[in-house]
């Protein structure tokens, strides 16, 4: 039972936000039985206070760890079964052993709080025994419960992330491994001589520089989310010529669509047109969204195009490939956040293509969005950068 809608027995309503900004520690709702301690949300300075992620008290079992003093388990135990009976005692103190393996002495002020289906849940605040924690529950308790709603609604987004990142990161790191096993096991069986003819030994060798390219590129991605994240990507902006850049993002693709049977079309009109970009990062964009148009794509075609209208260069990279999902639309452009990880896993490839696109896009001045009509239904990517000023063309 995971709902938001709380009350305290007394019939008023908490704000949480007021709370969390007042007490030298943190506060929670759980729900709460003889045996168990079901937490529900957790808001302040839980970290700070102990030294452990509030992952580790969302679990449910941090209480039960060596965290808190053998002699004091059982008394907390009973102490929140009794406040979630209706029993309220004012407090409890016990110690607690910090990640850094200090010991503190805690106090914990719990009350009663009704759900909005009528389920029972307990509300408290833990904190410094002997520090002043601002006001009590009860004193808080009855104002804008709005305020509460967005906290557990960050709260719980927080939780998410954190958990993203660990399947992020555990995703990359299979992009990693995969090539590189790929380029040691080729390598391995040419220096061993493992090989009937020239032809073969050709064969191995293009496979390990074919895995050493998706390797470099799964490294790259990572190294750009690095920099765009810690401030330090450069953009020099400059006069560009589109048509050639289009020329030159037809000639990197062509032999791989062919290869898988695909219709690949790039144009840009017959005037030129020029853009104000960086034409590095601008080919780069267009090389990822191109690069993931065909690599989702099994059957169709994909098409490139450039069109001048006012003041920008609008590009398109539309494809016949698995589309997207209209419920995941606000997954996209997000870090740590795969679509479909067995899709990505299926496909290679880090997954951060988007991310570092809409970020090297708005770095020059431009706009990138996404369409799509569903699964299956292929996928059109439009993007922006301004055009080269009249005047100076």
Known sequence: MRNSKYSEESGTQP??????????GFMYVAQVTSSEFRPLNCIGGFEKLTGFPVTDFMRGDFFRSDVVSRRDRVPLRKFRARAASGSLPASIRYEIVTREGNTLEVEEKVT????ADGGKAIGGIVSLAGEASGPTISGILGKDMHRYEELEKLNRHLLEVNQLKDE??????????????????????ITEGYYESVEELKIFTRNALESSYHLLNVINDLLDISRIESGKMQIQIEKVYVNELLDQVYETFKVQADEKGLNLEVAAGENPVYGAADVRKLKQVLINLAGNAIKFTSEGGVSVSAVSRDG????????????IPKDKYDKLFQKFIQLDGSATRRFGGSGLGLVISKHLVEMMGGHIDVESKGTGLGTTVFFTIPKWPKEET
């Open 15 to 24: 704000d949480w936000s007021a709370l969390s900004g007042q007490i030298p």
């Open 168 to 189: 992020f990161l555990a995703n990359t790191s299979h992009e990693l491994r995969t090539p590189l096993n790929s380029i040691i096991g080729f390598l391995t069986l």
């Open 312 to 323: 920008q260069i609008e590009f398109r990279i539309t494809d016949t490939g698995i589309g």
């Open 112 to 115: 009663l709080l009704s759900t």
